[in-house]
């Protein structure tokens, strides 16, 4: 797998890593228990669709030569990541975390939104591409890095709190 898919897969996975909740208790809200178990169905689930795109288009991003076709199949690619990841985020947002979770939850909607609105603003240039190098660099644009590098501190957070609660989650935060 080229640098470039990997990237592009890393910096789709921190968009879409840990964050949200569900189940309820008596007073309506999701039990902290309830909501990491959720976080995790939503990760399961969104980490399969990425691996059925991940095939789907394995062969047609590892070509011998640039060329239109290539620049075609990353956009194809680069947007129906991103879609798996709004779909992710979008579910994220729905859930109702209990006060434990509430503030590193909107903080981690925060963090995926902004990162899925700097991804999407790249893919403008992944069209324009005239070669892997220029590929390669749209990957490096800082603005995406730090925007989806948070991710991960906020992903930390969620881990951290599930971890100091003995609530037995593995939230994956970009390992």
């Known amino acids: 797998m080229p640098a470039i898919l990997r990237a592009t897969i890393v910096v789709l996975s921190l968009a879409l890593l840990p964050a949200a909740l569900v189940a309820c208790n008596s007073s309506g809200k999701l039990s902290l228990e309830d909501y990491f178990a959720e976080v995790e169905k939503l990760d399961t689930a969104q ?6 795109i991940d095939s789907e288009y394995e062969d047609k991003l590892n070509p011998a030569e640039f060329t239109d076709q290539v620049t075609e199949d990353f956009v194809d690619y680069f947007e ?5 990841a709004q779909d992710f985020v979008d579910e994220l947002k729905d859930l109702d ?14 963090a995926f939104d902004a990162c899925l609105e700097e991804t999407g603003r790249i893919v403008d240039d992944i069209g324009d591409a005239d070669s892997f190098e220029e590929l390669g660099a749209v990957f490096e644009d800082q603005s995406v890095t730090d925007a989806c590098d948070r991710t ?11 971890d100091e609660n ?3 989650v593995d939230l994956d935060c970009g390992e």
């Open 152 to 162: 991960t501190a906020t992903c930390e957070a969620l881990q951290g709190i599930a």
């Open 80 to 84: 129906a990541s991103r879609g798996a």
């Open 97 to 110: 975390p209990p006060d434990e979770a509430a503030d590193a939850h909107d903080e981690a909607v925060d």
């Open 166 to 168: 003995d609530i037995e």
């Open 47 to 52: 980490t399969e669709q990425q691996d059925e």
